[in-house]
Structures are given as structure tokens and as C-alpha cells.
């Protein structure tokens, strides 16, 4: 079956224009996961949906990050205002709910480049 | 402060061998940990996930362990193989089996030589 889709799968951007990242969840899983991947770091916790719950917000590092997810599928990461230090990998992950006994499910992520 | 080590950035051993990776973290009291493989270019891929009342799990050459009086975790690959070369994550739940995101480590680079 489908997994989890990321769009676009590379993005170049110019230092000050916003950007938007695009996840597809497999069809059923209620919870929804971003991270974010720097070169020899590990994956750092962004945002997080379960259901219909207000989402966790507390990894995300500045207000220029937001998410949002429609009719609890389609998630959209939006970064406002690119900085260098936002080039990164931005991965999307879906779990079939949020307790952490449920194994996630990663797409291939977005390779982000703010020159 | 809370944190999640994986001892080795990198592991070399030869094909065959046994493959030990290790996790280790403080000031967290996980229900739940889990084991992840990363290969270049790709989404980490689930392995195992071991629960706080589990010792020990296994999945055909994989093995893994958890301890949480030592707060530590061992992934084992019996009979490496070349294709076993992946950067291996351990992630552990970082709310105490309520639901939240994972917490991951920065992952061992594990290299099987033939």
C-alpha cells in the first residue's frame, strides 16, 4: 500500500521567502509527526497532530514555523521569512495513533537549501 | 537535563559478527523504546520496540534489550551482513507511555565489511 509522501523532495530557496512543505499520511493513521534532520544531527521534534487535538507546538524553533493539517490528512509545513540555518531535511512521519507504542512511518523527507 | 545518547557514532565490523549498538538516556522514564534504521537519502524505517516491562525482544537477527534500572538499551545484529550497513536510531517515548512525539538519539553509523 501507499506510504507516507513528502512533496517536493528538494526545495532551493532564497534567504527571506517562505517556503511550504507538503505531507500525505497513509490513509487512516490519526497521528502526524514533523521533524527535522541537520547533517550529523539527529531527527529534532517539530510538531505534532493527534486527531482532532489542538497539535503540539513545542518543538518548533521560532515563530516562523508553522503547521497546519486539513480534515486530519494533508499536513502543510510552512517556514516564513527562510534563514541558512533552516536548511535542513524536513521529515513527515504517521503512526496509526499517537501513543508511542505504535511505530511511526517516515516518508523520504524534503532537503530544504536556503542560500 | 534530559538526554538520549547513542555511545558510537560509528561501528566497523566484519561480516558475520555480532553488531552491538548502544542507547543510554537520563532523566527519562520511557514506556516504550524503539529502534530505527536509516539508510542515506531516506525516512528511518521502524525495527523494534521494546516496552518497559519487557527485557529482552527479538526479530529474527535482531535483538534488543532494555534495561531501565541502567536506563539503557542494547540493539544486537547476529550474523552481520554488508546489507545490515545503515545508520541505526533508538528513540524512546519521552512522556511516559502518554502520547507525545518520540525522542531520538543522533544514531550509530554501522559499517559491515565483507
Known amino acids: 500500500g501507499a506510504g507516507v509522501s513528502q512533496s517536493p523532495s528538494n526545495k532551493v530557496t532564497e534567504k527571506g521567502k517562505d517556503v511550504e512543505l507538503r505531507c500525505d499520511p497513509i490513509s487512516g493513521h490519526t497521528a502526524l509527526y514533523w521533524y527535522r534532520q541537520s547533517l550529523g544531527q539527529g531527527l529534532e521534534f517539530l510538531i505534532y497532530?493527534?486527531?482532532?487535538?489542538?497539535?503540539?507546538k513545542s518543538g518548533l524553533p521560532s515563530d516562523r514555523f508553522s503547521a497546519e493539517r486539513t480534515g486530519g490528512s494533508v499536513s502543510t509545513l510552512t517556514i516564513q521569512r527562510t534563514q541558512q540555518e533552516d536548511s535542513a531535511v524536513y521529515l513527515c512521519a504517521s503512526s496509526l495513533d499517537g501513543g508511542n507504542y505504535y511505530e511511526q512511518y517516515f516518508g523520504p523527507g524534503t532537503r530544504l537549501t536556503v542560500t | 537535563s534530559q538526554k538520549i545518547e547513542q555511545n558510537s557514532e560509528a561501528l566497523n565490523i566484519q561480516e558475520g559478527k555480532t553488531a552491538t549498538l548502544t542507547c543510554n538516556y537520563t532523566?527519562?522514564?520511557?514506556?516504550?523504546l524503539q529502534w530505527y534504521r536509516q539508510d542515506p537519502g531516506r525516512g528511518p524505517v521502524f525495527l523494534l520496540l521494546?516496552?518497559?516491562?519487557?527485557k529482552e525482544k527479538r526479530k529474527e537477527r535482531l535483538k534488543v534489550t532494555f534495561d531501565t534500572t541502567l536506563k539503557q538499551s542494547l540493539f544486537h545484529i547476529t550474523a552481520s551482513q554488508p546489507a545490515d550497513s545503515a545508520t541505526y536510531l533508538c528513540a524512546l517515548d519521552g512522556y511516559g507511555g502518554s502520547q507525545g512525539n518520540l525522542i531520538f538519539g543522533k544514531g550509530t553509523k554501522l559499517s559491515v565489511k565483507p
Open positions: 521494546i516496552r518497559e516491562n519487557e
Open positions: 497532530f493527534q486527531g482532532n487535538s489542538a497539535p503540539d
Open positions: 532523566n527519562y522514564s520511557p514506556a516504550y
